[in-house]
């Protein structure tokens, strides 16, 4: 039985009805830059996650660019990210013409190392970022221990709906990106994302920057872009939010099932499971595996119609793109054996239990055929 690594279509087959009058309703009124939509979906993302203040952006990249530039972040400035996440965490720091400054992750959540960030914080560093990666929610504590005074960005991307011994992601450091890309744990109808802050002068400052650094008609104290969120991307999330809650319950109970599965398969000793640490509540917006001969698996699963994928192959301080920052292999050990360890699985709430049970029996299979 095939099983996709992710299938929207079941998502929104019971909710197209509405996602649907929500769409015309943006049409009759032909309202599409920012306005009504928009603003309605600010305050309502803003009461979900718990947070003053939320900015509708373009994406998630565009969430982390606004970030650094309303901090002033630019040239001969250092941000230091962890090594092992999506490319654009590192990318944006490097469009501003700052530095950045990568850390290893621990093995348990393969988010930034709080030790090793602390040792990367020097007189030029201007921010850090450290990244919720795969849905749980890093060490805040020792990071904010860690950081001091330096800003810190949260890259929430992946990790809407976490918490940190109860502070909702996004909410905890002095900025939060979150990304609104359709596989995420609240997805649009394409790309969109949203700022998160308590402070009032960031706010105001991401909303002039959103709109080409404008405060007032043709007045720019500060270059900008075009940031926007897009109406008809608000009016969908906005019919989806309700329902997060109840998809990543859907995540986590099918997380659970694949602990009781894999250990039934005897193959507890074998793979290792993602750890969902206490009071980090995790979201499994990904459930990261560790396998044994991880490309064999994984080319195994593809052959039997089982969606996986390795989230992240290459450790961002080893890209081509950052060869000028002089970084060799082993500089990052824990990120490097994770890129050549780790698979995703299958997680979407729709899953049926059939579904979850062939996952396992596929990877069951391959170890037992050796
Ligand atoms: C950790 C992380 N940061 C940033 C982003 C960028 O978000 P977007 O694709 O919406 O630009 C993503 C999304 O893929 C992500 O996973």
């Given at each position: 039985?095939?099983?996709?690594l992710?299938?929207?279509?079941?998502?929104?087959?019971?909710?197209?009805?509405?996602?649907?009058?929500?769409?015309?309703?943006?049409?009759?009124?032909?309202?599409?830059?920012?306005?009504?939509?928009?603003?309605?979906?600010?305050?309502?993302?803003?009461?979900?996650l718990?947070?003053?203040?939320?900015?509708?952006?373009?994406?998630?990249?565009?969430?982390?660019?606004?970030?650094?530039?309303?901090?002033?972040?630019?040239?001969?400035?250092?941000?230091?990210v962890?090594?092992?996440?999506?490319?654009?965490?590192a990318?944006?720091?490097?469009?501003?013409?700052?530095?950045?400054?990568?850390?290893?992750?621990?093995?348990r959540?393969?988010?930034?190392?709080?030790?090793?960030?602390?040792?990367?914080?020097?007189?030029?560093?201007?921010?850090?970022?450290?990244?919720?990666?795969?849905?749980?929610?890093?060490?805040m504590?020792?990071?904010?221990?860690?950081a001091?005074?330096?800003?810190?960005?949260?890259?929430c991307?992946?990790?809407?709906?976490?918490?940190?011994?109860?502070?909702?992601?996004g909410?905890?450091?002095?900025?939060?990106?979150?990304?609104?890309?359709?596989?995420?744990?609240?997805?649009?109808?394409?790309?969109?994302?949203?700022?998160?802050?308590?402070?009032?002068?960031?706010?105001?400052?991401?909303?002039?920057?959103?709109?080409?650094?404008?405060?007032?008609?043709?007045?720019?104290?500060?270059?900008?872009?075009?940031?926007?969120?897009?109406?008809?991307?608000?009016?969908?999330?906005?019919?989806?939010?309700?329902?997060?809650?109840?998809?990543?319950?859907g995540?986590?109970?099918?997380?659970?099932?694949?602990?009781?599965?894999?250990?039934?398969?005897?193959?507890?000793?074998?793979?290792?499971?993602?750890?969902?640490?206490p009071?980090?509540?995790?979201?499994?917006?990904?459930?990261?595996?560790?396998?044994?001969?991880?490309?064999?698996?994984?080319?195994?699963?593809?052959?039997?119609?089982?969606?996986?994928?390795?989230?992240?192959?290459?450790?961002?301080?080893?890209?081509?793109?950052?060869?000028?920052?002089?970084?060799?292999?082993?500089?990052?050990?824990?990120?490097?054996?994770?890129?050549?360890d780790?698979?995703?699985?299958?997680?979407?709430?729709e899953?049926?239990?059939?579904?979850?049970?062939?996952?396992?029996?596929?990877i069951?299979?391959?170890?037992?055929?050796?």
């Amino acid at each position: 039985m095939p099983v996709p690594l992710l299938d929207l279509k079941r998502q929104y087959r019971p909710i197209r009805e509405q996602v649907r009058e929500a769409i015309d309703r943006v049409c009759d009124a032909q309202y599409f830059i920012l306005g009504p939509e928009v603003e309605a979906f600010e305050r309502e993302s803003a009461a979900a996650l718990g947070v003053a203040h939320a900015v509708g952006v373009s994406s998630g990249t565009d969430a982390l660019l606004a970030a650094l530039m309303a901090l002033g972040v630019g040239p001969g400035d250092e941000v230091v990210v962890p090594t092992f996440t999506f490319f654009a965490t590192a990318g944006v720091v490097e469009r501003l013409g700052a530095k950045p400054v990568f850390v290893d992750i621990t093995a348990r959540d393969y988010c930034i190392d709080p030790e090793a960030l602390a040792a990367a914080i020097s007189p030029r560093t201007k921010a850090v970022i450290p990244v919720h990666l795969f849905g749980q929610a890093a060490d805040m504590a020792s990071i904010a221990r860690a950081a001091g005074t330096v800003p810190i960005i949260e890259d929430c991307a992946q990790s809407w709906g976490a918490d940190f011994e109860g502070r909702t992601t996004g909410g905890i450091g002095v900025l939060g990106a979150f990304s609104f890309f359709p596989s995420k744990n609240l997805g649009g109808f394409g790309d969109g994302g949203l700022v998160t802050t308590s402070s009032d002068e960031l706010i105001r400052v991401l909303k002039e920057l959103r709109v080409h650094g404008q405060s007032g008609p043709y007045e720019h104290p500060r270059v900008g872009g075009n940031f926007r969120l897009h109406a008809l991307q608000a009016a969908v999330l906005r019919i989806k939010l309700p329902h997060t809650a109840g998809w990543i319950e859907g995540r986590r109970r099918n997380a659970a099932r694949y602990r009781t599965l894999f250990a039934e398969a005897g193959l507890a000793g074998v793979v290792e499971l993602p750890e969902a640490l206490p009071g980090r509540g995790h979201t499994f917006n990904q459930f990261v595996i560790r396998a044994p001969r991880r490309d064999e698996l994984k080319a195994h699963l593809l052959a039997k119609g089982i969606g996986c994928s390795v989230y992240y192959p290459l450790p961002l301080h080893l890209q081509p793109c950052f060869r000028h920052l002089g970084h060799r292999e082993g500089e990052c050990p824990v990120a490097e054996r994770a890129s050549h360890d780790v698979l995703a699985l299958p997680v979407f709430p729709e899953l049926t239990d059939a579904e979850l049970s062939e996952v396992v029996g596929v990877i069951a299979d391959f170890y037992k055929a050796q």
